[in-house]
Structures are given as structure tokens and as C-alpha cells.
């Protein structure tokens, strides 16, 4: 008689494509968690420490032998936050915060969330969605993944200074890996002895927790979607080898955690340290990149350049001036990056020193000169003849994933020749995405420039 066997087959995880080494996941990885380190305060109290690292090292252990990295050194620190919340860094450090320990209902839900990251891990997310956009260079995340850890205004006041986007990269997840990592972590539990259902609970336990716009964790850890279904049905395929039943080092450590000074918010943690903890520096802030800027306004106020032009601009814009020209652009749009002023939004008058006598020469060499400084920005079709105050000009829309945030975003660039030969410019910039909601704004900006010359 024939037998069915009910036993499918486990889902087959295929780690996705990646531009780095394994030594630059090390290395990246390596450099971000020693920022953590010195920014967000660490428990040293080794019965609490010693418990995660011994949980962290059974898991380790059940990695599958073709996802396991030599050059990967995973460790865990928890960190004295009480916010719900965990993260691990490409190559392996991995922080667990108490919060989350506290919030666990069993030594499985614990295990659930830290089998979770270490799959993130070990299939390389991290440097898998960095590298989608381009390759960044060792250092350049300094600075950029605890404000991503923190989020909200003092993640981005953690940020200034360096790119808030690419941070990102690293701990908020795409719902097509959330699920690789949910079907890895499901098997790393179930080869390290916990019922991988657990992982599924856990999910359930943060959800509960709510709070204001609810736990970091579930904004960087998106649900795929039936995210406890899928668990349930990867869970058939597997057999728990040697189920851990002895709960007690659990029960001991969430005693422990209650004897413990109560721990402050991520977000108080970085507000009460002495230096303002702000990495890369202690230069103040001219400008904090965020993620929404407020729509421009219809009413204008209008600004004279000496002996040049003069424009009208959205009266929420601000004047920003830098050497030979004048940036105009709305709070959160502006800031700094890599040392250097960028703006994301807004528009960017000035002049430069000589330019060749034909306009389309002329902005050609400019164009070359913008790319230099932006090595994405490429041309959207032809320029077209436009006026500027009654002269002839040149009008080009232009493409650039912008250096500071990473995403994609449009320029309109618009010339004239003054009198004098010199190249009179107006860059207009707007997340491809928000563009449309800047194309009127922009068109009266570019229609109140009067050459005063
Ligand atoms: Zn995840």
C-alpha cells in the first residue's frame, strides 16, 4: 500500500543578490556597532548579559551549514532601553534591548525575535538593500544607523550631519525579506530546539504593546502579510530535535530585570547624555534633513541679490546663503552631508564665474560640473528654450538619486547669459515622488526671477 508521506518540502530561501564582500559586511557592520555602543547605554550585568549570549550562541549554532559565513562574528549586548526593540548589524553584532526581554511571555519569544535577526543576517539584507541603490563606502553609514535605531526627531537629529537614508538600509526591512527571515528564523528555531511558533507569538506579543506609532520594531520589520499563517505552515515542515524545557534561566532573568533601576526610553537615554551624544561632531545644526517637509506655500516673499536679480519665493522657504549662491528651501529640506550643504527640496539661484559665450555650451559645462559633485545626475530628455525675464534661456529636467537621502529626485534646470557673459542658474529639486506637488511652485519661482544687473 502506498504511504503518504504528509511531511512537505521547507521553503526554499534563496539569499538575494549583494554587492559587498563578506569581509565589508564585517567591516560595516563592525563600524556602526561601535557608534551604538558609544551612544546608547549598554547593561552590563552579566547574568543578564551571559543569559542572551548563551541564547545567542545556541541559535548561531543552527544556522544551516550553506548560510553559515566563517567571516561573521555574531555577538549580543542588550541595550538598558525599555522600548521594545532589537536589531543586528551586518556581520553579526546584534543589540537586544530589556524592553523586549522584558515583554517576552517565554524563553521561545525571545529566541523568536533574535532567530529573526540573526536570518537578516545571515542572508545579508543589510548590505543586500544598501547595495541596491549604490555601493557606499566604508564610513560612510557612521552616523546614520542609530538614527535610524532612534527614529523620529531625535533620530534625525542624531543624523545631521551625515545621510539619514542609508541607515536605514541596514535595519528596516522590505516585506520580501521580512518573510525570508521569518521562514529562516522558523528553522533556526526549530534546529535549536524551540517551537518556532514561538517566533509567531512573539510577533503577537509586540504587537500588543502599541505606544506612540507603536514599537520600532514593527515599522522595521514589516508584515509580509499572513505572516503568522506562513510561520504555521513552515513549522509543519520541521521537527523540533531537542525541545528546551527548562524555562527557569528565563523566569530568573525577568526576576532580575524587575530588581534593576527602571530603564528610560531610547529616546530619554540620547536626550539626558552630557554631550547631546551627537555623532560626527558637535557642530551645530543648520539644517536637519527629514522625511516630510511641509507642502510650499502660495504666499510669496521675495528677495533681492544685489546687483543681480531678484525672485519671489513660497513664504515658507528659508534664504540660505553659501558662497556665490542662495539656496531657497523649506525647513527639513536643507540640511548637511558629508560636511557639505544639500537640499532635497527648493530652489538654488546663482551665477557662475565665466562661462562660454554659446548658452547651450555653457550649460552643458555646468551640467558636467553638477554631475562631478552628483556622479548619478543624468539628463531627462532634450533642454528646451524657455524665457528668463524676457531673455533666452534654456530649461533641462534632470535625474539624481540624491547623495543625502537616496532616493530619486528631479531637477529642473533652467539658464540665461547676463550681460557680462556669466551663466545665471536656477536648480530646482524635488523627490521624484513630490515633484508634481513642487511643478507649480517651481514654474512661479522660475517666472519672478528679474535681472537687476
Ligand atoms: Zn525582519
Known amino acids: 500500500m502506498l504511504s503518504l508521506a504528509v511531511v512537505s518540502a ?15 559586511d564585517v567591516q560595516l557592520g563592525r563600524e556602526a556597532a ?12 552579566d547574568a543578564v548579559s551571559s543569559y542572551i549570549e548563551t541564547l545567542g550562541d545556541r541559535l548561531v549554532a543552527a544556522i544551516p551549514a550553506e548560510l553559515r559565513h566563517p567571516e561573521f562574528h555574531y555577538t549580543f549586548a542588550v541595550v538598558n532601553v525599555r522600548d521594545i526593540n532589537a536589531f543586528a548589524l551586518p556581520g553579526g553584532p546584534m543589540f537586544v534591548n530589556r524592553g523586549m526581554i522584558a515583554a517576552a511571555q517565554s524563553e521561545g519569544e525571545v529566541a523568536g525575535v533574535m532567530a529573526h535577526e540573526i536570518s537578516h543576517v545571515a542572508l545579508r539584507h543589510g548590505t543586500a538593500q544598501a547595495g541596491k541603490a549604490q555601493k557606499y563606502a566604508l564610513g560612510q553609514f557612521a552616523g546614520q544607523v542609530l538614527g535610524a535605531i532612534i527614529g523620529g526627531n531625535v533620530g534625525s537629529i542624531v543624523a545631521q550631519g551625515t545621510q539619514f537614508g542609508i541607515g536605514t538600509y541596514f535595519l528596516r526591512f522590505s516585506r520580501e525579506y521580512e518573510k525570508q527571515a521569518d521562514l529562516l528564523g522558523a528553522r533556526i528555531m526549530a534546529r535549536a530546539g524551540y517551537d ?20 520600532q520594531w514593527l515599522s522595521d520589520h514589516p508584515n509580509p502579510g ?48 552630557p554631550s ?4 560626527g561632531g558637535a557642530r551645530e545644526p543648520s539644517g536637519v534633513l527629514t522625511d516630510t517637509v511641509e507642502a510650499p506655500s502660495t504666499r510669496v516673499t521675495t528677495y533681492e541679490e544685489g546687483n543681480l536679480y531678484r525672485v519671489s519665493v513660497p513664504s515658507n522657504w528659508r534664504e ?15 540640511g548637511e ?12 539661484i546663482g551665477v557662475t564665474r565665466e562661462a562660454s559665450r554659446d548658452l547651450e555650451q555653457a550649460t552643458n559645462d555646468l551640467f558636467e560640473a553638477l554631475q562631478g559633485s552628483n556622479p548619478r545626475m543624468r539628463r531627462e530628455g532634450a533642454s528646451r528654450p524657455t524665457a528668463v525675464d524676457g531673455r533666452s534661456g534654456l530649461a533641462q529636467t534632470l535625474s539624481n538619486v540624491s547623495e543625502a537621502t537616496g532616493k530619486e529626485e528631479t531637477i529642473q534646470l533652467v539658464t540665461t547669459q547676463l550681460d557680462d557673459g556669466r551663466l545665471l542658474y536656477a536648480i530646482a529639486v524635488a523627490p521624484s515622488d513630490e515633484f508634481d506637488g513642487y511643478r507649480s511652485a517651481f514654474d512661479r519661482v522660475m517666472a519672478s526671477i528679474r535681472l537687476t544687473g
Open 196 to 215: 518556532p511558533l514561538d517566533m509567531a507569538r512573539m510577533f503577537q506579543t509586540i504587537e500588543k504593546q502599541g505606544g506612540a506609532g507603536g514599537p
Open 320 to 334: 540660505l546663503r553659501r558662497g556665490s549662491s542662495v539656496t531657497f528651501a523649506p525647513a527639513g529640506g536643507f
Open 276 to 279: 547631546g551624544r551627537r555623532p
Open 34 to 45: 561601535e557608534q551604538v555602543e558609544d551612544e546608547l547605554p549598554i547593561l552590563h550585568d
Open 10 to 24: 521547507q521553503t526554499r530561501i534563496t539569499p538575494p543578490d549583494n554587492k559587498y564582500t563578506l569581509e565589508e
Open 226 to 273: 499572513n505572516r503568522v499563517a506562513y510561520i504555521t505552515e513552515e513549522a509543519r515542515t520541521l521537527r523540533v530535535d531537542h525541545p528546551v524545557t527548562d524555562m527557569r534561566a528565563f523566569e530568573r532573568v525577568q526576576a532580575h530585570l524587575k530588581t534593576l533601576p527602571r530603564a528610560p526610553t531610547t529616546e530619554q537615554a540620547m536626550k539626558d547624555a
Open 337 to 348: 552631508h558629508d560636511g557639505s550643504s544639500v537640499f532635497t527640496h527648493g530652489v538654488e
